[in-house]
C-alpha cells in the first residue's frame, strides 16, 4: 500500500462525496468509456442524458440485470461502470466480481438506493471503487465518472462513517479474542485497508484511536 490517500470533494445539493488518492484532471485524448447497469429503465434514462452531454464521456452500453452487465462490460471493456446494487438474476455485488474477471481494468462505482452496512462491506470487498447512494444529484454524475477514471475512490460521508464504526466494533472483538486466546491479531485485506484510511482521511488526526494501533499495521 501507499501513502494516506489525499481528499477531494464533489458537493452539491447537500450530498459531500469524500475522495481517496489519485486526480481527475489528467489528461486524455480519448473520451472515458461508461457503462450503466440498473434495473429501472427510467434512473438509466437519466444517467444516459446527463453522460450524453458530457464531450469527455462515452457510453458504450447499458445493462438492466447483473448477467447481463457481465456481458456487456466483456464486450465492451469500458473505463468505469454505474451500477445498482439491488437487481435481477446477478446482484451488483455478483456481478462486480464477475467484472473483475472478464475486465479487470473497469473501475465500478455502486450507485444504490441501499444503506445496509452489509452491502457496502460487500461491495468494497468485490472490488468496488465507489459506493455512492442515488440521492447524489445527477449533474454530479459525470464528475464521479471523471474522479473514479482518474484513480479516485468514492463514498457518501454517511456511509464512510458506518464503515468505520463496523472496523472499531472488529478491532474491540478482535482485542477481546485475542486477551482470552492470546494469539496474534488477523490483519485487514489491503483492500479494507485502502477503505480504512479512505474514511480516515475525513476525520480528525486522532481518528486512529477509535481502533487501536496495535491492530492495524499503517
Partial sequence: ???????????????????????ADSPSSDPIRALIVDDHALFRRGLEMVLAAEDDIELVGEASDGKEAVAK????????????????????????????????????????????????????????????????????????????????????????????????????RDGEERSEQQVPAPKLTDREMQVLKLVGARFPPDWRRVIPVTHIPI
Wanted: include cysteine.
Fill in 73 to 172: 462490460a466483456g464486450e465492451a471493456l469500458p473505463d468505469v461502470i454505474l451500477m445498482d446494487i439491488r437487481m435481477p438474476k446477478s446482484s451488483g455485488i455478483q456481478a462486480c466480481r464477475a467484472m473483475k474477471e472478464v475486465a479487470p481494468s473497469s473501475k465500478i462505482v455502486m450507485l444504490t438506493i441501499s444503506d445496509e452496512e452489509e452491502d457496502l462491506f460487500e461491495a468494497i470487498r468485490a472490488g468496488a471503487s465507489g459506493y455512492l447512494l442515488k440521492d447524489i444529484p445527477l449533474d454530479e454524475v459525470a464528475d464521479v465518472v471523471r474522479a473514479v477514471h482518474g484513480g479516485q475512490s468514492l463514498i457518501n460521508p454517511s456511509m464512510a462513517a458506518k464503515l468505520l464504526t463496523e472496523f472499531a466494533a472488529l478491532a474491540k
Fill in 1 to 23: 500500500m501507499g501513502g494516506d490517500p489525499a481528499v477531494s470533494t464533489v458537493s452539491g445539493a447537500g450530498t459531500d462525496l469524500q475522495a481517496g488518492a489519485g486526480s
